[in-house]
């Protein structure tokens, strides 16, 4: 009998062993049903959902929301691969500040930042007061109230004691504020310049006087303040030259401004100065080059 009971009792276990196995075969068999659907229609693995689907496949709001989202994302990836890239059309300043400044930056363990010795100068600004807080009172652009020609604020704040108007400023090529008013500015605001300080024979970091960017201006009157100014610096802004080697008789040939070329010529008379036969045929290359410049556009044009 016991043996008997026995064997009963192990079959009764071996059954209810059985049952399990039965059950677990059938979860699994339901989990891979809810693993196709998640993967069709992007929802959580074995999440049983409440409500029937739509017709594009979502049970709920949140579901149908992301799959639009991840449409329209696509359609904007698809979008950028089809754009064709347009070449950028860079002026010969800027490729040549990008080409300066890939050569001096170009081992930056080499050329970093140190900060300059001794305390700080005086004449400079303070940007932050005490307590980190910024200064109550505004700080004055000079750069943009000559580019806009703000008398005002250029005769209150450039004096000979301030020292602004020899400051290197602006972006690059950086001059002085008489740099950039020979180019931009009115006269008022150059007279005043060189009365308070202002050198005529400053250059830029493209070796330029004023004269130079007054030269392209082509503005005569401009031309005639600054070149007699100071009478003593006459010969010396009729020689100088800029980092390409040119003279502002040069430039007035190149830029075909005959009334400022025979300006010049006049004050060299004066100065008992000529121009080189080299720089005679300099300055007629560059008429040439400056003509095929002007043929090349006429022809884009049409």
């Known amino acids: 009998m016991p043996s008997d009971h026995?064997?009963?009792?192990?079959?009764?276990?071996?059954?209810?062993?059985?049952?399990?196995?039965?059950?677990?075969k059938k979860r699994s068999s339901q989990a891979a049903d809810n693993t196709s659907a998640a993967d069709t229609h992007g929802h959580h693995h074995g999440k049983k959902w409440k409500t029937a689907p739509d017709a594009d496949g979502h049970h709920n709001e949140a579901s149908r929301k992301a799959a639009q989202a991840k449409a329209a994302r696509a359609a904007i990836v698809a979008s950028k691969r089809n754009e064709k890239v347009e070449p950028q059309h860079l002026s010969a300043l800027r490729k040549q500040?990008?080409?300066?400044?890939?050569?001096?930056?170009?081992?930056?363990?080499?050329?970093?930042?140190?900060?300059?010795?001794?305390?700080?100068?005086?004449?400079?600004?303070?940007?932050?007061?005490?307590?980190?807080?910024?200064?109550?009172e505004s700080i004055v652009s000079l750069y943009d109230a000559v580019l806009h020609n703000d008398v005002k604020t250029?005769?209150?704040?450039?004096?000979?004691?301030?020292?602004?108007?020899?400051?290197?400023?602006?972006?690059?090529?950086?001059?002085?504020?008489?740099?950039?008013?020979?180019?931009?500015?009115?006269?008022?605001?150059?007279?005043?310049?060189?009365?308070?300080?202002?050198?005529?024979?400053?250059?830029?970091?493209?070796?330029?006087?004023?004269?130079?960017?007054?030269?392209?201006?082509?503005?005569?009157?401009?031309?005639?303040?600054?070149l007699t100014y100071d009478v003593k610096e006459t010969k010396k802004q009729l020689?100088?030259?800029?980092?390409?080697?040119l003279t502002v008789v040069q430039l007035a040939t190149q830029h075909s401004l005959e009334k400022i070329r025979s300006t010049y010529i006049n004050h060299m008379k004066l100065e008992k100065l000529e121009m080189s036969a080299e720089d005679r045929m300099v300055a007629a290359s560059l008429v040439a080059h400056e003509k095929d410049k002007e043929a090349a556009a006429k022809a884009r044009a049409k």
């Open 6 to 24: 026995a064997h009963k009792h192990e079959g009764g276990i071996h059954k209810k062993k059985s049952t399990k196995k039965k059950h677990k």
């Open 97 to 136: 500040a990008i080409a300066i400044n890939r050569t001096k930056f170009a081992h930056p363990e080499k050329n970093k930042r140190v900060r300059a010795p001794g305390p700080r100068p005086s004449d400079l600004p303070p940007r932050l007061k005490l307590g980190m807080r910024y200064d109550e």
């Open 154 to 226: 250029i005769t209150s704040v450039v004096t000979e004691v301030s020292k602004e108007a020899s400051r290197l400023q602006g972006q690059y090529p950086r001059g002085t504020l008489l740099h950039l008013a020979a180019h931009k500015g009115s006269e008022e605001i150059i007279s005043h310049l060189l009365k308070n300080g202002g050198d005529v024979n400053s250059v830029d970091e493209l070796g330029n006087i004023p004269l130079h960017r007054a030269t392209v201006r082509g503005d005569v009157k401009i031309i005639k303040l600054i």
């Open 239 to 245: 020689v100088a030259r800029n980092i390409d080697g």
